[in-house]
């Protein structure tokens, strides 16, 4: 069975940081493109970032610069590192497996949500001003 548990979310002030992690079990994360994505209250699940099998990535706008996605396979587990954290991007962040492209991210354009096959049950991240 497969399970995504994220970690390291919680509440830090605007222009902190945290490390968001995503540990796999009955699965091997390695193989497969991963992504984070996001949920705002009132918002559409939006994807932040994302990772292939070859350690490839992508970003949405709005975070470049400020987060990092990165995986270390030994351990079966992904992270998102965010600094100089926004109030905006206060959310429920998830993680998600696409295990249907082949360790891909990039097929046409960045993966929607509707291109992953499992998600973590997310952890929430609140930045205040």
């Known amino acids: 069975q497969v399970q995504l548990v994220e970690s390291g979310g919680g509440s830090v002030q605007a222009g902190g940081s945290l490390r968001l992690s995503c540990a796999a079990s009955?699965?091997?994360?390695?193989?497969?493109?991963m992504g984070w994505f996001r949920q705002a209250p009132g918002k559409e699940r939006e994807g932040v970032a994302f990772?292939?099998?070859?350690?490839?990535?992508g970003y949405v706008e709005s975070v470049k610069g400020r987060f990092t996605i990165s995986k270390d396979n030994a351990k079966n587990t992904l992270y998102l590192q965010m600094v100089s954290l926004r109030p905006e991007d206060t959310a429920m962040y998830y993680c998600?497996?696409?295990?249907?492209?082949?360790?891909?991210?990039?097929?046409?354009?960045?993966?929607?949500?509707?291109?992953?096959?499992?998600w973590g049950q997310g952890t929430q991240v609140v930045v205040s001003s």
């Open positions: 990772i292939d099998s070859g350690g490839g990535t």
């Open positions: 998600a497996a696409n295990s249907r492209w082949r360790g891909v991210c990039y097929l046409q354009g960045a993966p929607s949500r509707d291109d992953f096959d499992w």
């Open positions: 009955g699965y091997t994360l390695s193989r497969d493109c």
